[in-house]
Nanobody, 127 residues
Framework: QVQLAESGGGLVQAGGSLRVSCVVSGRTFSRLAMGWFRQAPGKEREFVAAISWSGYSVNYADSVKGRFTISRENAVKTVYLQLNSLKVEDTAIYYC????????????????????WGQGTQVTVSS
């Protein structure tokens, strides 16, 4: 079992940047793919980005490709999401999630593949 804690959310103007982080407790972090999801008010939770345990496989939602970058730093058990060129529609609670399985080579993109979730961090983009 792992525990996840997100940080780094906040209020930013459209066009701006933000980096959110997720620190993971537990010894298995380096074996797990990690993902970011988001949920806007009145909408379902949606996939944003994911990175495999090795870091070699990354996947992004079409809506964030070219603007967001996911990365991981195993030494400090942290996964990051760099958000650039932010849009008002990026406003949401951003959740970090850890894969159910170890050593998955392809970064998963569906919520059912993730077994542990953080509490979320709010990102608000103003116009």
């Amino acid at each position: 079992q792992v525990q996840l804690a997100e940080s780094g959310g906040g209020l930013v103007q459209a066009g701006g940047s933000l980096r959110v982080s997720c620190v993971v407790s537990g010894r298995t972090f380096s074996r797990l793919a990690m993902g970011w999801f988001r949920q806007a008010p009145g909408k379902e939770r949606e996939f944003v980005a994911a990175i495999s345990w090795s870091g070699y496989s990354v996947n992004y939602a079409d809506s964030v490709k070219g603007r967001f970058t996911i990365s991981r730093e195993n030494a400090v058990k942290t996964v990051y999401l760099q958000l650039n060129s932010l849009k008002v529609e990026d406003t949401a609670i951003y959740y970090c999630a850890a894969d159910r399985a170890e050593f998955r080579h392809i970064a998963p993109m569906t919520a059912v593949d993730f077994g542990s979730w953080g509490q979320g961090t709010q990102v608000t983009v103003s116009s």
